[in-house]
């Protein structure tokens, strides 16, 4: 039996919200009080960031944006990547010598906020909060920067890269 071929060190980040700037967090399943947004590797080194923001946002919630929310910009782009150490306890998933990740941040608005389903294997409980609330609650240091930033990042003229319009 061959192993799962190591991960990609590239990855999505996607803070779902809604018009009230209420967030979702998910709560990680082996790690009780880890709180994240949506993240997830690549699956191929050329697969396009924002197919895997969908992708995980669908793997991971269940949300599926419709064509037209798509169209209307609701997946930004934000054009923002972050580099980081990987932990430790997740390395063994990368080819040997791999310890820094690329992130790319995206965000997604919903009309409203919603029940989720989740990815019982990877996360254990879901909750919308306040976006302070939300920043607070991440385990993440570039998960809760990412969430500060989003009321800057949604103001009309801010730039918001939507993918596909």
């Known amino acids: 039996m061959s192993s799962p071929a190591p991960k990609v060190p590239v990855s999505v980040l996607v803070v779902i919200h809604d018009p009230r700037l209420q967030v979702l967090l998910i709560e990680r399943a082996g790690q009780p009080g880890f709180w994240q947004s949506v993240t997830g590797s690549l699956d191929t080194a050329d697969e396009p960031t924002a197919a895997a923001a969908l992708r995980e946002v669908e793997e991971?919630?269940?949300?599926?944006?419709?064509?037209?929310?798509?169209?209307?910009?609701?997946?930004?782009?934000?054009?923002?990547?972050?580099?980081?150490?990987?932990?430790?306890?997740?390395?063994?998933?990368?080819?040997?010598?791999?310890?820094?990740n690329l992130e790319h941040v995206f965000?997604?608005?919903?009309?409203?906020?919603?029940?989720?389903?989740?990815?019982?294997?990877?996360?254990?409980?879901?909750?919308?909060?306040?976006?302070?609330?939300?920043?607070?609650?991440?385990?993440?240091?570039?998960?809760?920067?990412?969430?500060?930033?989003?009321?800057?990042?949604l103001r009309p003229g801010a730039g918001c890269q939507g993918v596909g319009r």
Not at 108 to 137: G, K, M
């Open 60 to 100: 991971e919630t269940g949300i599926v944006p419709s064509a037209r929310q798509l169209a209307a910009g609701a997946l930004c782009d934000w054009k923002l990547c972050n580099v980081y150490e990987i932990y430790p306890l997740w390395r063994h998933r990368y080819a040997a010598g791999v310890w820094k």
């Open 107 to 153: 965000s997604l608005q919903v009309p409203d906020t919603q029940p989720v389903r989740l990815a019982e294997r990877e996360h254990r409980a879901a909750l919308w909060l306040p976006w302070e609330q939300a920043a607070a609650r991440c385990f993440s240091a570039s998960n809760a920067q990412a969430i500060r930033q989003l009321p800057r990042r």
